[in-house]
């Protein structure tokens, strides 16, 4: 297994861990008659849709030769992100309160509240959003999010093995570009060769071959003419993305209904987690333990948990806040610290959740922007249960009718027209009935996308990764809702977002990741186009007689490898592949707050294991809640500020410093991790936020 930034997390449990990169806190903002104002690490409160609450020390000079002033503000800012930077950029912020711990005098509070509103926004204060998830303080709310959990189909195997999908039975569609037939309703590359009639399935290096399209096929070295053909072709246009591959092909799995293939390499070989009774099969890409106690197994499937007493199954959903208590004590750092932010309670699940209720935002151009919905034929709706709002079915794109008017969401923007056929114009609504819309509906992702604000030009919006698929489900994240979506049949095919049968595994900076399973060149993907398998990020296209714009779509193939990262271009930005949305905009007017989302469910992050000063001696003030201004220092005690001097803290509040200062520490280390994840490239699967963890 590949250990990436092992010693870090290991070193940083032991608390022996080194500053690894200089903090930006605090900033100092100097004032026009030469003053300074120095803001500290803000401590975030709360966060409802794009709006942001919180409190920071400061210390103030209003102009050279006066007294330094040491007190706390409190504030609310509008949130301006980018997930490829995790970086927050803290717009129309406003000082709502200030404090100044020993100092009563209402003349000089009012001058610092009036100087803080004045020179702090010009600042234009930026976080990075890992110091506002691991630092928010705000309690974790009951989700009311509905998902099904049934278990796939799950195989077991000890030998390679490759699990090809079909989106139902098998549909053969004649291919003018390719001169014969080819299964449309999957990700792979089944043809049928119109002389021998046999089946032909691409792996990149190898071919198989069956007489029946669902089963039988053995890997093939002499190709017939027209498939010898293909494969030339083929190798040609990816001999850039092929890799040195098996020297032995896997074997296949065919499977027309959801699944998911677990495996080993020969015999599972058990390996034991340092403190616990579980053991994990240390020759497995995927996360299977068996727990000593009850001898049962337990896999980590998108995001949920399965146990059986047995690993060819049956395998039944266990939810994260019923899995054995030994899985709450996989120390950061081990080679299975991955599966935390799947557990209940742990610090890495409380930060996932944050995480996938922060948006991506971004102001939309209404003069500029537009999109294009195309139909297999005349539109054609169904009714979305427990609502009023109809949905088309027949395209791939997300189209709505509600009150009479027709919304489209595209990319994270919200279109409306008055005919289902347009033309679109930018909405600054919402349909009333969004909210209402559930999982069961291939439409339910659309719910996390949101209108924040509007003025004649622009329109302010913003999503969050339930966009993408992933959820906070009760007390963790998952990945997909768990239905199966019908796809479109007719002359078109249209696939819909599916929740297995890829090996999804997150990842607390890049989210979603595909697994292990899918050797160089196995199936295409396109990453541009319309929605698909994977919902509006990544996905393979639809089919459309003829096929477009060259074998395999409009922008030709991508193909996926180990740990593949199905994020656009590796972005974590969909606004990225738009040129009519901007993601940057420091001028907004806060007045006219919008159609906001309603509260959504936070976690309080608080980590169990203190760790030395990395945020630097000077990032060492806090504000507590009380308004006091409290100081860490060299002996690891608190000191307050009373007035102009420093005094021993004695009273029961740093219990509750002791916990802010490890947020924020760990902030720290979280930025750490996220900067030598970019030098060093995607890191592929999932891993604690801790910074452990393979792949």
């Known amino acids: 297994m590949i250990k990436i930034l092992k010693a870090i997390p290991l070193l940083l449990l032991m608390g022996t861990v080194q500053p690894a990169e200089a903090s930006e806190w605090p900033i100092e903002i100097k004032t026009k008659h030469g003053g300074v104002i120095t803001v500290y690490q803000p401590q975030p409160e709360s966060l409802n849709g794009n709006k942001l609450e919180g409190r920071s020390a400061f210390s103030a000079k209003a102009m050279a030769g006066d007294e330094l002033t040491f007190g706390v503000f409190w504030f609310t800012a509008m949130l301006a992100t980018d997930r490829d930077t995790r970086r927050a950029t803290l717009e129309s912020l406003q000082v709502k309160e200030i404090k100044l711990p020993g100092i009563d005098d209402t003349t000089k509070i009012n001058k610092l509240r009036k100087l803080l509103n004045l020179e702090i926004p010009k600042k234009n204060i930026t976080a990075s959003l890992d110091d506002l998830i691991t630092t928010i303080d705000q309690e974790q709310k009951a989700s009311e999010v509905v998902l099904k959990n049934d278990a796939p189909v799950i195989y077991y195997k000890d030998q390679p093995t490759i699990l090809v999908l079909i989106d139902g039975e098998p549909s053969l569609k004649d291919d003018s570009q390719l001169k014969m037939k080819r299964v449309i309703n999957t990700a792979f590359l089944v043809v049928q060769n119109p002389d021998d009639k046999k089946y032909y399935l691409y792996g990149g290096q190898f071919w198989y071959s069956s007489a029946s399209l669902k089963e039988g096929y053995q890997r093939v070295s002499k190709l017939p003419k027209n498939i010898a053909s293909l494969d030339q072709q083929l190798k040609k246009d990816q001999k850039e993305q092929l890799t040195e591959g098996e020297e032995q092909p896997p074997a296949l799995l065919i499977s027309t209904t959801p699944a998911e293939l677990i495996q080993s390499k020969g015999a599972a070989d058990f390996a034991s987690i340092q403190g616990t009774n579980l053991l994990y099969i240390s020759n497995s890409d995927n996360d299977i333990f068996k727990n000593i106690t009850d001898q049962k197994y337990f896999v980590l499937l998108s995001g949920r948990w399965y146990a059986s007493q047995k690993l060819e199954g049956p395998w039944t959903y ?62 054609k709706f169904e009714k979305i249960e427990g609502t009023s709002m109809e949905l088309a079915m027949n395209t791939t794109s997300t189209v709505m009718k509600s009150d009479n008017k027709f919304y489209c969401v595209e990319s994270g923007v919200w279109f409306v027209a008055d005919k289902a056929t347009g033309p679109w114009k930018v ?37 969050t990764p339930g966009y993408m698929g992933c959820y906070v489900y009760g007390p963790t994240v998952v990945y997909g809702t768990g239905y199966y979506y019908n796809p479109w049949y007719g002359p078109y095919y249209y696939p819909r977002p599916v929740t297995y049968g890829f090996s999804m595994h997150y990842n607390p900076w890049t989210g979603w ?7 160089s060149g196995f199936f295409s993907l396109s990453v541009y186009g319309h929605p698909g398998y994977w919902g509006p990020h990544a996905y393979r296209p639809p089919y459309y007689p003829p096929y477009r714009g060259g074998m395999y779509g409009g922008r030709g193939p991508t193909y996926i490898n180990h740990y593949g990262d199905i994020n656009i271009d590796r972005s974590n930005n969909i606004y990225n592949n738009r040129n009519d949305v901007s993601t940057r905009d420091v001028n907004r007017n806060q007045k006219n707050q919008g159609n906001r989302p309603a509260t959504m469910d936070q976690s309080k992050s608080r980590p169990s294991t203190p760790s030395k000063n990395m945020a630097g001696p000077r990032n060492n003030v806090y504000a507590g809640k009380d308004g006091s201004v409290n100081q860490r220092n060299e002996n690891g005690s608190w000191d307050q500020r009373n007035g102009n001097q420093w005094q021993q803290n004695k009273s029961t509040q740093p219990s509750s410093m002791d916990r802010d200062f490890q947020n924020r520490q760990r902030s720290t280390q979280q930025n750490s991790n996220f900067n030598q994840m970019n030098r060093g490239g995607n890191m592929g699967g999932g891993m604690s936020r801790g910074g452990g963890g393979r792949r």
Not at 435 to 454: F, G, H, L
Not at 513 to 519: A, D, E, L, Q, V
């Open 513 to 519: 990741s595909m697994g292990f399973h899918y050797s």
């Open 427 to 463: 909405s600054d609504q919402r349909p009333k009935e969004v909210n209402k819309i559930p999982a069961s509906s291939q439409a339910y992702n659309t719910q996390y996308v949101y209108i924040y604000d509007s003025t004649p030009e622009v329109v302010y919006v913003g999503y």
């Open 318 to 379: 266990l939810a994260a806040d019923q899995l054995p208590a030994d899985f709450a004590k996989i120390p950061e750092g081990s080679a299975k610290d991955n599966v935390l932010s799947s557990v209940a309670g742990t610090q890495a699940s409380k930060e996932a959740m944050m995480d996938a209720q922060v948006p991506q935002t971004a102001k939309v151009d209404r003069k500029t922007a537009t999109c294009n919905v195309t139909y297999d034929g005349d539109p």
